[in-house]
């Protein structure tokens, strides 16, 4: 598997089953969270979805709908992080 494969900046959510259902093809562990503790789990945070997952070298890898520039853009100044 090459990293192009399952990973680019543009993806949108019509694109997310598509890719998670590679790395399950793959057999490839996932989690919800970076720290690898809550395995087979999709983070929902804020009604959207992500998961982590290690590329071959070992370096956690993470998929998701939203994007942290777009979030960024639309926080208010001083807005709490959700």
């Known amino acids: 598997m090459e990293l192009r494969d399952v990973v680019r900046p ?4 019509e694109d997310f089953d598509e890719i998670f ?4 093809e ?3 562990a996932d989690w919800a969270d970076p720290g690898h503790h ?7 945070h804020a ?4 998961v982590y997952f290690d590329d071959p070298s070992g370096h ?6 939203w994007s ?3 979030a960024a853009r639309s926080r208010r100044p001083g ?3 959700r």
Do not use: F, K, P, V
């Open 47 to 50: 009604g959207e979805r992500g």
């Open 68 to 70: 942290y520039a777009e």
């Open 60 to 65: 956690s890898l993470e998929i998701i709908t």
């Open 10 to 13: 543009d993806r949108h959510r």
């Open 79 to 81: 807005a709490a992080l």
């Open 26 to 28: 793959r057999g490839l």
């Open 21 to 24: 259902g590679r790395l399950e």
């Open 38 to 44: 809550l395995a087979t789990q999709t983070n929902t």
